[in-house]
């Protein structure tokens, strides 16, 4: 039998009330343990460019690839109702594309970069439309559908290569990963936004949102509304594409080659959190992007704050589990249906304990 | 209290964010004794059930169980189910990809080791002694929609219990399965089992309760002695309207038109779940499809609609060959379906009232032509208003509407696509009488003053009788028939049903 509670999508900013709170928490937290956490100040970098540096900049920072992933991933899990977890071994493979591409020209410019980034997106794509089609056409569960990719990924990633990790000395690479000389902002900050500008501008311009959620909902209903629910599923798996494919580039810009083993590695796992702790129902249906891309900053922010407090590595991943159930467990339906039911107690409190005396 | 009480519930407060679904209700039901719970769309039955069995917390108020004094505390269904309380709730709470014999007896096989065969043998007893047309080992999902609820009664009955509670269990039953349940009812009331029953049919109130309790906006407004409250008075009190207001809305008249242009015609249409069949409808014109559950009405519109896999047959809209072989195509020949099973395949649960009325006019406009938010404030703000539908606002989620009123939203749906050919299957389904009444006439409406065409199909002649000028005989899934003129009347009908005199 269904529970009552279950997956009533709650409206308006409620959904992101669990993660702020976790954020603040975690802020005050370390404001607490060290004033100066947050303080950035002006730093000049080994070119000599001035870059603004600090903890606070360098979380934002770290957390672009798991931002960008989140995005995509919170689509694939509205529409097709589970995760895709081959991103990561599917942003080796377009890393390794990314540097065979560009390194494919004897000298590396601006055209040959944007070139690399879009064979990068070709290829991601034609992936996630091999994950869309097992998920939509076939039917079968996402995380089976992709648990072929994640397995072989990073294999396939190897011989692209020639089974070698290449490096790419380019200062436009550098740029991309680090930061464009004369700005003191690092450069994948602005991909982050750039994404995100991305699709909110395709929410604006298609129905992608509305069709992505009543596929995740009801797919039977949506398709007598005249939806296609395949071609939905296949979007939402393009658009993870894409978001695979700039998460590599990053990926691969930010150390300048390419190591197989560890780009964006195990972010398949926090990228499904992120979307979890942004309060979006991983069964599908309404979503928040900005839940998940405050999943994604949160645990970035858990893990620097745990390395500041000089956890050691082997320790770092059990803390950072320990927090992120207690979030989850936080914002659990049965948990938010009892704190509402608390709240709104406290907030009609003296109506109710007239009418109890009446009776 | 008199000993003969089995449940009180004492000043009742229920609070939904934006709704107080009860206040201060009180509700007595007594030893064998079938109680009525009527009210219109949103009057709150469905949630007082909720709370009498622990699906909701309440806000304030009591619950007593057998005339004790001590207050009985439920926190869920299965406390309700501890105390001897058992509930056919208005959407079907079973699982539909388990079996029925599962579904008969999961959660109530306590921590003994389960022995299926026999579970199995059991539940083809019950099946074969309700009458209910499905096999143990069948999947769910695989019934109807009528022997799912009759699968869902059959689970309540079963239990050992003091108190039945059935929201809306009639909804989807034809004459003689509703005939069956109460004489199951009546069966029951004889053991001394107290039954709440919630329906909106006036006759079957009259037919099988003793008391009525009417609730209205989430008020009590009164109990009564069945004998004591004509049907007029009855509806005046769910209504809080003069009984003039209602004289008015009975004037809806059978308006026959046809003569006009042919918009749908289909030749040897068959799909997946339907036979071969002939059909054409003229602009302005409104027809149904009647039969028995199971005579294939709705798998006829379905194949209209593109609905099933279509796997034969010519279709003409406006006289020129189209092809629908799935829902799009049929939306784009301006073709809208309400389905009969809206929890299944007409609500999209999580969204909120706003997305759920503009959903087909917005796949209609294309994916690349979103509508702006204000205008579908607009368009959600008009059918709201129009429609009646009692909702805390345009963002509240549709799932959260009482049924009748998630009936009203998806009807909306399709009205605002203005089709020039509707089908509505059931659209009458758990809509109180007043709004029943204003639905028929809008129906009507449409048809003369927007020419629009409309295929009507309801489990209730009565309802065709009033709104149809002709009528499709649909038997094994074959047309038998065709009534028009003087032939619609509830006797021929009734005869070209079941088969003619045998
Ligand atoms: N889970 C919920 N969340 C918010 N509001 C709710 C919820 N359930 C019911 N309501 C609101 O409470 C009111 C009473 O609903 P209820 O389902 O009890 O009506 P009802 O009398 O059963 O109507 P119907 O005849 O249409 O089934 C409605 O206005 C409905 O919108
Ligand atoms: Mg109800």
Redesign the pocket.
């Given at each position: 039998m269904r529970s009552?509670v279950k997956g009533?999508g709650t409206s308006g900013l409620g959904q992101l009330i669990i993660p702020l709170v976790a954020l603040a928490l975690l802020v005050l937290f370390n404001l607490f343990r060290d004033p100066s956490f947050f303080s950035i100040s002006m730093a000049t970098n080994n070119a000599g460019n001035p870059v603004l540096s600090g903890n606070l900049i360098s979380i934002i920072d770290s957390a672009s690839e798991l931002a960008i992933i989140s995005m995509g991933m919170t689509l694939v899990t509205a529409s097709c109702g589970g995760q895709d977890i081959s991103v990561g071994a599917v942003g080796a493979i377009a890393g390794a594309i990314f540097v065979k591409v560009v390194l494919g020209f004897a000298s590396i410019n601006v055209g040959v970069v944007i070139l690399g980034i879009l064979a990068c997106c070709v290829v991601t794509i034609l992936f996630k439309m091999f994950n869309g089609t097992l998920v939509a056409v076939f039917r079968i569960q996402p995380m089976i559908a992709t648990l072929i990719l994640y397995s072989c990924g990073r294999s396939i990633a190897y011989w692209i290569n020639g089974d070698a990790t290449p490096q790419i000395n380019s200062p436009i690479i550098s740029a991309m990963g680090m930061t464009i000389p004369g700005i003191p902002v690092p450069t994948p900050i602005f991909a982050v936004v750039l994404v995100g500008l991305l699709l909110a501008l395709i929410f604006r311009l298609t129905n992608t949102r509305l069709y992505s959620q009543t596929v995740g909902i009801n797919q039977g209903a949506a398709r007598l509304n005249g939806i296609n629910p395949v071609a939905t599923k296949l979007l939402s798996f393009g658009l993870l594409g894409i978001c695979v494919a700039i998460a590599a580039v990053i990926g691969v810009a930010r150390l300048g080659n390419l190591s197989h083993k560890t780009i964006l590695v195990d972010i398949e796992m926090d990228a499904i959190l992120a979307v979890a702790i942004g309060g979006n129902n991983l069964g599908g249906g309404r979503f928040r992007l900005s839940g998940s891309i405050l999943g994604a900053y949160i645990i970035q922010m858990l893990t620097t704050t745990l390395y500041a407090m000089n956890v050691a590595t082997v320790n770092v991943k059990a803390y950072k589990a320990i927090v992120i159930i207690v979030i989850v467990v936080a914002g659990s339906p049965v948990v938010k249906a009892r704190l509402t039911a608390l709240w709104n107690r406290l907030r009609s409190g003296s109506a109710g304990t007239a009418g109890k005396e009446v009776a | 209290m008199q000993n003969d009480v089995v449940l009180t519930m004492r000043g009742i407060c229920?609070q939904?964010?934006?709704?107080?679904?009860?206040n201060n209700v009180d509700f007595t039901l007594r030893k064998g004794e079938i109680h009525a719970?009527m009210?219109?769309?949103?009057?709150?039955?469905?949630?007082?059930?909720?709370v009498l069995t622990g699906v909701?917390e309440k806000d304030g108020g009591s619950i007593h169980v057998d005339g004790s004094e001590k207050e009985a505390h439920i926190r869920s269904p299965q406390d309700a189910q501890k105390i001897g309380i058992s509930t056919v709730y208005?959407e079907i709470t079973l699982c539909p990809n388990l079996t029925v014999a599962e579904n008969m007896f999961i959660g109530r096989t306590g921590d003994r080791i389960v022995h299926w065969k026999e579970y199995e043998k059991k539940t083809a007893e019950i099946l074969n002694s309700l009458g209910i047309p499905a096999r143990p080992r069948q999947e769910l999902s695989r019934c109807s929609l009528a022997v799912q609820q009759m699968v869902a009664i059959a689970r309540a009955v079963d239990m050992q219990c003091k108190v039945l509670i059935l929201?809306?269990p009639t909804s989807s039953l034809d004459e003689k399965e509703v005939e069956m349940l109460f004489g199951l009812m009546r069966d029951l009331k004889r053991r001394g089992v107290g039954i709440i029953f919630?329906t909106?049919f006036l006759e079957q109130v009259y037919a099988v309760s003793d008391r009525i309790t009417v609730?209205r906006n989430?008020e009590l407004v009164g109990e009564y002695v069945v004998q004591d409250l004509p049907q007029v008075e009855l509806v005046a009190k769910m209504m809080g309207k003069d009984l003039n207001d209602l004289a008015d809305l009975e004037e809806v008249g059978r308006k026959s038109l046809s003569g006009s242009e042919v918009v749908y015609q289909a030749q040897g249409l068959s799909s997946t779940e339907s036979r071969p069949f002939d059909f054409m409808i003229h602009q302005g014109e409104v027809n149904g499809f009647t039969g028995l559950l199971g005579s294939g009405r709705s798998e006829s519109v379905r194949a209209i609609f593109g609905a099933d896999r279509v796997t034969g047959g010519k279709v003409m809209v406006h006289g020129k060959p189209v092809r629908i072989s799935k829902p799009y195509d049929a939306m784009k020949a301006s073709i809208g379906y309400l389905p009969e099973d809206r929890k299944r395949d007409g609500i999209i649960a999580d969204l909120s009232v706003r997305d759920n009325i503009i959903l087909a006019l917005q796949v209609m406009k294309g994916f690349f032509h979103p509508m702006s938010r204000s205008q579908m404030e607009q368009f959600a703000d008009e059918y709201i208003k129009a429609l009646q539908i009692?909702?805390?606002s345009q963002d509240?989620?549709i799932?959260?509407?009482?049924?009748?009123?998630?009936?009203k939203v998806i009807l909306a749906r399709w009205l605002l696509t203005h089709p020039d050919f509707l089908i509505l299957d059931e659209p009458t389904r758990?809509?109180?009488v007043g709004t029943k009444l204003e639905i028929q006439k809008l129906v009507l409406q449409l048809a003369e003053e927007q020419h629009m065409s409309v295929t009507f199909i309801s489990s209730e002649i009565e309802e065709m009788l009033r709104v149809c000028s002709r009528l499709i005989v649909m038997r094994d899934r074959k047309i038998v028939g065709e009534l028009t003129g003087s032939d619609l009347n509830q006797a021929t009908v009734m005869k070209t049903i079941a088969g003619g005199e045998q």
């Open positions: 009552s009533r | 229920k939904f964010p934006g709704t107080r679904a009860l719970l009210g219109e769309n949103g009057a709150g039955k469905s949630t007082l059930i909720k909701y208005q929201d809306e919630v909106h609730l989430g009692k909702t805390a509240t989620p799932g959260s509407l009482s049924g009748g009123n998630q009936q758990g809509i109180d």
